[in-house]
């Protein structure tokens, strides 16, 4: 791990202004994916910028009837709020889905969603990738790829994004709040924050230089029955192969995002109109376009599988 200097900020617009002024600072919490990556000497800061002290750690109602939580809440707090549960259960499950429990203790909101876009080649110092040097090359193509993304992949990057309480997010439509250097807030919704890789997948975030996240605001409960499943290569702390985060109504209406199969969480709204005909069409519409190799072809149908099996145990629990 190289050297770096650190600092505990004492309010929000306090870190984003350190983090604009500093070249190479970066924010620090949990740490849980950051300092893996320092040791690693694929993250070097120059600055660490502790944004513990900034009270960010509480759960509150929303003005819109919502839910507001804290940049700084542990995902261990966040799936048992018992308002989450009630409400927004495919949150709950989700987080639980994810990592160990002792990572989740650890674990924040706003690293949880900041966590690198990778795979096994981006850890691996000794070849090319586009994500540790822009322009370098991706390894991952042409080589092996049974983790790696169907859809929304570029010539440049094909990791997948490894978070499952951010595919959550997306099927709840969250919007995540934000202060930058100035104390100006803006809100982003779920949708636009992470980016598909193109031809920079070194960026993956819409976050302005110096950016902070202060909370994510989830949206008024809207009931049905919501699920989380995540097909994985062992029973824990393993990312997605494929993973499925469902909203179903009793109209047969609902919302679908999916995990393991992009470099974002992956949702297509206008293929949840297909939900009254079933798994296959739903599947067919998220899918669209999809790019496979000999590898990992299999999702495509893993996906459809999941989504019918989610769809099953909605309509035999209403």
Known sequence: ??????????????????????????FVAGGTNLL???????????????????????????????????ALVRNSDLAADLRVRRDYGVLTRALVAGASGQLRNQATTAGNLLQRTRCPYFYDTNVPCNKRRPGSGCSA?????????????????IATHPSDMAVAMRVLDAQVETVDPSGATRVIPIADFHRLPGTTPHVEHNLKPGELITAVTLPPPVGGVQSYRKVRDRASYAFAIVSVATILQRDGSGRVALGGVAHKPWRVESAEAAFPRGAQAVAGGLLAGARTTGDNAFKVPLVERTLAAAIADAKATT
Do not use: W
């Not at 193509?141 to 990057?157: E, K, M, P, Y």
């Open 141 to 157: 193509i042409g080589g092996f790829t049974r983790l790696h993304a169907i859809v929304g992949q570029s010539d440049a990057c």
């Open 1 to 26: 791990m190289k050297a770096f200097t650190y600092e505990r900020a004492k309010t929000p617009q306090e870190a984003a202004a350190a983090a604009a002024r500093i070249p190479n600072a970066r």
């Open 36 to 70: 893996d990556l320092m040791k690693l000497q694929i993250e070097t800061p120059a600055h660490l910028i502790d944004v513990n002290d900034l009270a960010l750690d509480r759960i509150e109602p929303a003005p819109n009837g919502g839910l507001r939580i804290g």
